[in-house]
């Protein structure tokens, strides 16, 4: 059959048109359809990525939380002793009589008891101490009770939960371990006696002087048995108590705080720093005023990365100020004016940081420290520990001298 040119014309227009339709209902309109679904599923997948990103901001933000507790829980514990070793308490002991020239001698001790953390102080039948029981299970990563507000404990076991709801569980009672030493002495000078007391109020662990007992009195000297207490607070970290036995008999370290920064009471520090890795249980940097109330003074940060620190140490009539930043963070909270007041422990003002060797190349922690030295007097920073490779401490100072050992 023979078609005109009009008729080849609308026969092509048709056919064209016949194929769009077929594109728009066979292909575009699926395409359509899946793009469609692919919106839906990005939103989706969005909205769980932002979930996730919340979840992961709010373990950052737990973690740090974690660190500065585990700093906070250290600055309470660390004045007591990790574990009772009896050789080391009184090798202590020993060194205290020797160096006060204190006529004594420790005559017996005993085992150790776990004992109710109340005074008076009650033995238990308890046989572990559940601060250890706590801190073991914290460093292992198992699960550990909590306890509610109205004095009952409960487990997330099932099982347990549900007998909880028939008998209501006693109050949990914490537990601790506790050593007992008498020391007698026999005509021992007052003077001696006083400072033999006054060691054991001063080495920095906490040994509680129960009872002294009075039995003669002569001239200038006294006899009788001082009673001494001694308790374990486990730490967080794995660290134990550095044995005193085999001829050391230098004493034992002082543990300073939150920061495990050691603290030797000869050097008669103004003023600490720690530097740990961010994968330690404490925080990255801890600066702080050495001194019995140093928690108060303290600043820290988690952050994986060098932290900007300045002090700024001024003498202003005769008295002299420190003041302190580290990152955004300042000490006192008003940064305005000379700061607040403190009186040097020696000629010197003495500077201890404490350093760490970093964990591997993804430790990035560290400090850049600006010693404003507004004062007559000489600043001595003492670094100690730090990577030899790779140095955490950085230090720059403005005004008067600074002297820095490392």
């Excluded at 008891?113 to 299970?137: C, G, H």
């Amino acid at each position: 059959m023979k078609i005109n040119k009009n008729e080849e014309r609308l026969l092509i227009i048709f056919i064209l048109l016949l194929l769009s339709l077929g594109y728009y209902f066979f292909v575009f309109e699926k395409q359509k359809n899946r793009s469609e679904e692919l919106k839906v599923q990005a939103l989706e997948e969005k909205a769980k990525y932002d979930e996730a990103m919340t979840k992961i901001a709010s373990l950052e933000k737990k973690e740090g939380q974690l660190k500065v507790l585990n700093s906070n829980i250290s600055i309470v514990t660390d004045k007591y002793y990790r574990e009772l070793v009896e050789e080391n308490i009184i090798v202590q002991l020993n060194k205290f009589i020797e160096d006060t020239k204190f006529n004594g001698k420790v005559l017996t001790f005993n085992p150790i008891d776990i004992v109710e953390m109340e005074y008076p102080m009650a033995t238990v039948a308890n046989p572990r101490s559940t601060l250890k029981e706590f801190a073991d299970n914290y460093k292992s990563g198992k699960a550990v009770q909590s306890s509610k507000n109205d004095g009952t404990t409960t487990n997330e076991n099932s099982e347990n939960a549900t007998k909880a709801t028939d008998i209501k569980m006693k109050k949990t009672v914490a537990t601790v371990e506790q050593m007992k030493f008498i020391v007698e002495f026999n005509d021992a000078s007052v003077d001696s006696t006083m400072d033999f007391l006054k060691a054991i109020e001063d080495n920095g662990k906490k040994i509680v002087i129960r009872n002294i007992d009075i039995k003669g009195v002569g001239d200038n000297v006294i006899s009788g048995t001082i009673n001494l207490e001694v308790y374990a607070m486990p730490s967080l970290d794995n660290k134990k108590e550095k044995s005193l036995v085999n001829g050391n008999n230098e004493g034992v370290d002082v543990v300073f705080n939150a920061s495990s920064v050691i603290e030797d009471k000869k050097e008669n520090n103004d003023f600490v720093m720690m530097l740990k890795s961010y994968k330690s249980v404490f925080p990255t940097a801890i600066i702080g005023k050495a001194d019995a109330n140093g928690s108060k003074s303290y600043l820290s940060s988690i952050n994986n990365k060098e932290e900007n620190v300045e002090i700024v140490l001024t003498k202003d009539s005769g008295k002299y100020y420190y003041k302190y930043k580290l990152g955004n963070s300042t000490y006192p909270t008003s940064y305005i004016g000379n700061g607040l007041e403190f009186i040097p422990n020696g000629d010197n003002i003495n500077f201890k940081i404490t350093s760490s060797v970093r964990s591997g190349n993804d430790d990035k922690g560290g400090v850049k420290i600006k010693i404003v030295n507004k004062t007559d007097k000489v600043v001595k920073v003492k670094v100690t520990d730090d990577d030899k490779k790779d140095s955490r401490v950085h230090i720059d100072n403005e005004g008067g001298s600074v002297d820095i050992e490392k």
